[in-house]
């Protein structure tokens, strides 16, 4: 089976995503905006095989383009010919209509699907959760319930942007749920009533044991279906809250006794990244009593410097703060914890609850593979809406039937076993050369520009601007292969044995 026959998200890096998207009112056939927007969000395989059987495109004088709001800068036409020219012909099987292989669930709670949203902005209010369950989510942890006071500064979020404008990490300043704990208990209750089948993840911070207490109890009375005790805000850490609990064992340990005394439905520990290891505060977890791990939360950080003012990002009248760390560039942080928490024997069998940077189905999975046996989503979210559920469930669901899973739960930890904590048990008597691919190469040079100033000077660059490889010099690092932006290097097919070299 190959999964090579799809197109690379940044072929559609300039698409809007727009609400209501003008392209596809003006097309005929109604199609773009969602095959754009499969594309933009790595689901091309899927898109291309739910597209009708002829290509409405051909002969179209592309009113799409046209009616673009970034005209001209969005191939709407060729990206739908390649997915019917390149993608389509690779696919080994239709469109799977049967969703059950994606069902699972969290601590013996059914979830028809491994995607939550995670405690934030976008699960704070009633009607926001219900739309969301109408898109397609599976549940929701909502906003931290607490009895605090919260005011909120403004503004609250900061970026770090890729070239092509996309946030790649987002920083928020912005703390717990501003609605009262009766309130938020009466969102709980409406939503079970509208939604039965939706899972209700309470998150809650208290101040003492008897609150951690109090409000478990009152989630469950309310129709929580779990509870999530938040010891990893890292905004709420004055007077040892949020991340302060987390980095510390003892107290994580105690609260979740003082939770688990309060109700009988299950509990999750919300730990914090911002330590060396979670396994104390994991193992902590489970001599309180917890059901199963939630992580990771976002993590401390500062995202810029005004070079006018001086003032770090965001600015708030002269002053900033310490922030959540969030977005895709968190998430090989947080694959690194969640391997090592479902890596780890001690705490074999508790439910873990994965986060940080999931934007695609392909990020979900990785989680998956690792050990998570449930996701949660809030960044991507904030970035695209609700709607981004429609492509990571039918993309996952695509792939689990391209790899004859039966089931979510089969993928659960089949990467954990080639993970290790140290690199040394990797093999290192041989190599694996880099291979050109003449017909893709653009002669940018920036293969041999690397390796010489990176690397270890084993390219040549000639008068025919085509990059040549010196056996004798190449170590086999692969730098090549990062750095070049048209994908014209791959690997060759074995790997051969290589002398010393100093």
Same mark, same amino acid.
């Given at each position: 089976?190959?999964?090579? %026959?799809?197109?690379?998200?940044?072929?559609?890096?300039?698409?809007?995503?727009?609400?209501?998207?003008?392209?596809?009112?003006?097309?005929?056939?109604?199609?773009?905006?969602? *095959?754009?927007?499969?594309?933009?969000?790595?689901?091309?395989?899927? *898109?291309?095989?739910?597209?009708?059987?002829?290509?409405?495109?051909?002969? +179209?004088?592309?009113?799409?383009?046209?009616?673009?709001?970034?005209?001209?800068? =969005?191939?709407?036409?060729?990206?739908?010919?390649?997915?019917?020219?390149?993608?389509?012909?690779? #696919?080994?099987?239709?469109?799977?209509?049967?969703?059950?292989?994606?069902?699972?669930?969290?601590?013996?709670?059914?979830?028809?699907?491994?995607?939550?949203?995670?405690?934030?902005?976008?699960?704070?209010?009633?009607?926001?959760?219900?739309?969301?369950?109408?898109?397609?989510?599976?549940?929701?942890?909502?906003?931290?319930?607490?009895?605090?006071?919260?005011?909120?500064?403004?503004?609250?979020?900061?970026?770090?942007? $890729?070239?092509?404008?996309?946030?790649?990490?987002?920083?928020?300043?912005?703390? #717990?749920?501003?609605?009262?704990?009766?309130?938020?208990?009466?969102?709980?209750?409406?939503?079970?009533?509208?939604?039965? !089948?939706?899972?209700?993840?309470?998150?809650?911070?208290?101040?003492?044991?008897?609150?951690?207490?109090?409000?478990?109890?009152? +989630?469950?009375? %309310?129709?929580?279906?779990?509870?999530?005790?938040?010891?990893?805000?890292?905004?709420?850490?004055?007077?040892?809250? &949020?991340?302060?609990?987390?980095?510390?064992?003892?107290?994580?340990?105690?609260?979740?006794?003082?939770?688990?005394?309060?109700?009988?439905?299950?509990?999750?520990?919300?730990? !914090?990244?911002? =330590?060396?290891?979670?396994?104390?505060?994991?193992?902590?977890?489970?001599?309180?009593?917890?059901? &199963?791990?939630? *992580?990771?939360?976002?993590?401390? @950080?500062?995202?810029?410097?005004?070079?006018?003012?001086?003032?770090?990002?965001?600015?708030?009248?002269?002053?900033?703060?310490?922030?959540?760390?969030?977005?895709?560039?968190?998430?090989?942080?947080?694959?690194?914890?969640?391997?090592? #928490?479902?890596?780890?024997?001690?705490?074999?069998? #508790?439910?873990?609850?994965?986060?940080?940077?999931?934007?695609?189905?392909?990020?979900?999975?990785?989680?998956?593979?690792?050990?998570?046996?449930?996701?949660?989503?809030?960044?991507?979210?904030?970035?695209?809406?609700?709607?981004?559920?429609?492509?990571?469930?039918?993309?996952? %669901?695509?792939?689990?039937?391209?790899?004859?899973?039966?089931? =979510?739960?089969?993928?659960? $930890?089949?990467?954990?076993?080639?993970?290790?904590?140290?690199?040394?048990?990797?093999?290192?008597?041989?190599?694996?050369?880099?291979?050109?691919?003449?017909?893709?190469?653009?002669?940018?040079?920036? +293969?041999?520009? @690397?390796?010489?100033?990176?690397?270890? @000077?084993?390219?040549?660059? $000639?008068?025919?601007?085509?990059?040549?490889?010196?056996? @004798?010099? +190449?170590? $086999?690092?692969?730098?090549?292969?990062?750095?070049?932006?048209?994908?014209?290097?791959?690997?060759?097919?074995?790997? =051969?044995?290589?002398?010393?070299?100093?």
């Amino acid at each position: 089976m190959s999964f090579e %026959n799809s197109i690379s998200r940044s072929a559609a890096i300039d698409c809007a995503l727009c609400a209501d998207a003008p392209c596809e009112i003006a097309c005929p056939a109604k199609i773009p905006a969602k *095959a754009v927007r499969s594309i933009r969000f790595g689901n091309s395989r899927y *898109a291309a095989a739910v597209l009708p059987q002829e290509n409405p495109c051909a002969g +179209c004088s592309a009113p799409c383009e046209k009616a673009c709001v970034r005209a001209g800068r =969005v191939p709407i036409r060729a990206l739908m010919d390649k997915l019917y020219d390149e993608v389509r012909p690779g #696919l080994e099987l239709p469109a799977p209509s049967d969703k059950n292989r994606l069902k699972t669930d969290l601590c013996g709670v059914p979830l028809e699907n491994p995607f939550l949203l995670s405690s934030s902005v976008v699960a704070s209010t009633y009607d926001m959760c219900a739309r969301a369950f109408e898109a397609g989510w599976a549940g929701a942890a909502l906003k931290t319930i607490c009895s605090f006071d919260i005011h909120e500064a403004s503004p609250r979020f900061s970026a770090i942007k $890729g070239s092509g404008g996309e946030i790649i990490g987002f920083k928020n300043i912005e703390q #717990l749920s501003d609605h009262s704990v009766a309130e938020n208990m009466e969102i709980f209750r409406r939503l079970k009533i509208s939604y039965p !089948t939706k899972f209700i993840l309470a998150s809650i911070m208290g101040k003492d044991e008897a609150e951690w207490e109090e409000l478990a109890g009152l +989630c469950e009375q %309310n129709g929580a279906d779990a509870v999530e005790l938040n010891f990893s805000c890292p905004n709420m850490a004055d007077g040892g809250l &949020g991340s302060d609990i987390g980095q510390v064992p003892e107290l994580v340990e105690r609260f979740t006794k003082a939770a688990k005394r309060g109700c009988r439905i299950p509990v999750l520990a919300k730990l !914090t990244p911002n =330590v060396a290891s979670m396994l104390p505060a994991g193992e902590a977890a489970l001599r309180g009593g917890a059901d &199963g791990i939630a *992580a990771i939360n976002t993590i401390k @950080s500062i995202t810029g410097v005004n070079p006018h003012t001086y003032i770090a990002a965001p600015a708030v009248h002269g002053r900033s703060a310490l922030g959540g760390y969030s977005g895709n560039a968190v998430k090989p942080i947080a694959l690194r914890f969640i391997s090592e #928490l479902a890596g780890s024997k001690t705490l074999s069998g #508790l439910h873990i609850s994965g986060m940080g940077g999931i934007e695609t189905w392909q990020d979900a999975l990785e989680f998956i593979l690792l050990g998570a046996g449930s996701v949660q989503v809030t960044t991507a979210v904030m970035q695209y809406g609700y709607r981004i559920i429609d492509d990571l469930t039918s993309g996952l %669901n695509y792939y689990l039937a391209e790899k004859g899973f039966g089931s =979510v739960k089969e993928a659960v $930890g089949l990467a954990l076993d080639t993970v290790s904590e140290t690199t040394d048990v990797l093999e290192r008597d041989t190599i694996l050369f880099p291979k050109f691919d003449n017909d893709k190469c653009i002669g940018c040079g920036r +293969c041999f520009i @690397s390796c010489c100033d990176g690397g270890h @000077s084993a390219i040549t660059f $000639g008068a025919d601007r085509k990059p040549r490889l010196n056996g @004798s010099r +190449c170590v $086999g690092c692969h730098l090549c292969l990062l750095v070049c932006p048209e994908g014209a290097i791959g690997t060759a097919k074995k790997r =051969v044995s290589r002398n010393p070299y100093d």
